[in-house]
C-alpha cells in the first residue's frame, strides 16, 4: 500500500461518514424508544395539561363515580368534550346514567353527518341543562322536543320542503349538543367547530348556568389565552409520557383535590360576586352576540333559552337574573326569539319545583325536562310566525 492510498484510507472524511451514521441510527432508535413510551402513555393516560380539563375531572369525580370520569376528554379550544360511544350502567351513580354519547360524541342517537331528503335538523348547543344531568338520554328536553315535534300534525304540515313546497316533512331530527359544565365561551368555541358540520336548519343555546360560577382567579378566556402561550413546560406537558412521569415526582393529592371540588361546588350554591367568574357578564353578552352573528351569517335561526334554576321556577331571585336579563336584552336588540323556559316552570308549580334532582337546583327529571320542551315548541312556533318559510330544508 502506497503513502496515498494510506492516506486516503485514514483522512477525517471517511471517519466522519461513520459517526454520522452512528448518530442517525442512535436517533432514529431513541425516537421509536420514546414513541412507544408516548403511544403507551396515551392509551394509560388522558391528557391533563391545562387547568380547567383537570378541574372538570375532579368536579366529576365529586359528583359521581371513577367510571363516570371517563366521559370527558380534553379538548384545546373548548377545554373538554364528551368521549365518543360512552355508556355509563353504574346503579351507584346519579348524575350519570345510560347512553352519554354516540359515535360522534352527542347525547343523541346514532345519526349521519349527511342530512337525509326532508329532514329538519335542529341543533341544542347548551351546557349540563340541556345533556340532562340526572336523567336517561330519552328524558333530556332535545329528546322529548323531537318527539313531540315529530307527533305535532302542526310542524309536520306548517315547514315544507324547499325542493316541492307540496311535500310535508314528515321528520325531525334534534341533535342533544349540551355538554357537563359549559360556559358561553364553551359553547362559542363549540358552534364555531360544529355549525359547518352540522348544517342545522335551527340552533337553540341555552348557557348562563356555569358563566357567574368562580373555578379560580382566571375567566374562561384568560384561561384560553394562557393555555396558549408558548413554553417549553407547556409543549413538553402536551406529551403524555411527560404528564405520566409529572404525576409520578409529584403525585396528586387526593384530599386537595376534593377540597378543591368541594369548595368549587359550595361557591356555586353561595356565589361571591367580589370572586372572578368564569364569564363576566359582559363576556357573556359579547358570547351570545357572537352566536347570533355565526347563525346569522349561515341564515340559521337562533333560539336563546332561559333556563331557571330552583329558585327562579319559584319565583324567587337568582344569582342567573342578570344573566337571563342580558339574553332578554341581546334577543330584543336582535330579533332573536327565546325559549322561555323559566316562564313555562313559574306557571306549573308547584309541580316544575319538585321536578329538580334530589339536592340539585338546576337539572330536572323527565317531567321538568318536559316542560322545557314545551318552551322550545313554542319557540319554534314563534320562529314559524315570523318567516313562514324560514326553516324549509334546503339540503340537497
Not at 27 to 48: K, N, P, T
Amino acid at each position: 500500500m502506497t503513502a496515498q492510498q494510506s492516506l486516503i484510507l485514514t483522512r477525517p472524511h471517511g471517519c466522519s461518514l461513520s459517526v454520522r451514521r452512528k448518530l442517525l441510527y442512535s436517533a432514529l432508535v431513541s425516537i421509536l424508544f420514546f414513541g412507544s413510551i408516548e403511544a403507551a402513555a396515551r392509551l394509560l393516560v388522558s391528557d391533563s395539561a391545562h387547568g380547567r380539563f383537570r378541574q372538570i375531572r375532579e368536579l366529576v369525580l365529586f359528583l359521581g363515580t371513577q367510571e363516570s370520569d371517563l366521559m370527558l376528554d380534553v379538548d384545546l379550544q373548548r377545554f373538554w368534550k364528551l368521549r365518543p360511544n360512552v355508556e355509563i350502567n353504574d346503579p351507584g351513580n346519579s348524575y350519570w346514567q345510560g347512553t352519554i354519547s354516540n359515535s360522534l360524541g352527542f347525547r343523541s342517537p346514532e345519526f349521519t353527518l349527511e342530512m337525509p331528503a326532508g329532514i329538519t335538523r335542529i341543533v341544542c348547543f347548551g351546557d349540563s341543562s340541556t345533556f340532562g344531568i340526572g336523567a336517561r338520554m330519552e328524558d333530556t328536553w332535545p329528546f322529548q322536543f323531537e318527539e313531540q315535534l315529530n307527533e305535532s300534525i302542526e310542524f309536520s304540515t306548517t315547514v315544507t320542503d324547499r325542493r316541492d313546497d307540496a311535500a310535508p316533512l314528515q321528520s325531525f331530527q334534534v341533535i342533544n349538543a349540551g355538554v357537563p359544565g359549559y360556559t358561553s365561551y364553551q359553547g362559542l368555541q363549540h358552534m364555531r367547530q360544529e355549525l359547518d358540520r352540522l348544517q342545522p336548519d335551527v340552533v337553540f343555546a341555552s348557557y348562563a348556568n356555569n358563566d357567574f360560577w368562580t373555578w379560580d382567579n382566571q375567566t374562561d378566556a384568560e384561561h384560553a389565552a394562557h393555555l396558549n402561550e408558548w413554553s417549553l413546560r407547556r409543549v413538553l406537558l402536551r406529551s403524555r409520557a411527560v404528564q405520566l412521569l409529572d404525576k409520578c415526582l409529584h403525585p396528586p393529592r387526593e384530599p386537595a383535590s376534593r377540597e378543591w371540588a368541594d369548595s368549587a361546588t359550595n361557591s356555586y350554591f353561595l356565589p361571591n360576586p367580589d370572586w372572578t367568574q368564569r364569564v363576566p357578564l359582559d363576556a357573556f353578552r359579547a358570547n351570545i352576540e357572537r352566536m347570533g352573528d355565526l347563525c346569522a351569517s349561515r341564515n340559521i335561526p337562533l333560539i336563546l333559552v332561559l333556563w331557571p334554576d330552583q329558585s327562579l321556577a319559584a319565583g324567587h331571585w337568582s344569582i342567573r337574573l342578570d344573566y337571563h336579563e342580558a339574553l332578554r336584552s341581546v334577543a330584543a336588540e336582535h330579533g332573536l326569539v327565546i325559549a322561555d323556559v323559566t316562564s313555562v316552570f313559574q306557571q306549573n308549580r308547584p309541580w316544575s319545583v319538585q321536578s329538580y334532582v334530589p339536592n340539585d337546583i338546576v337539572h330536572v327529571n323527565r317531567y321538568g325536562n318536559r316542560l322545557a320542551a314545551q318552551a322550545a315548541i313554542t319557540a319554534l312556533r314563534s320562529v314559524l310566525q315570523k318567516s313562514p318559510h324560514q326553516l324549509a330544508v334546503s339540503h340537497d
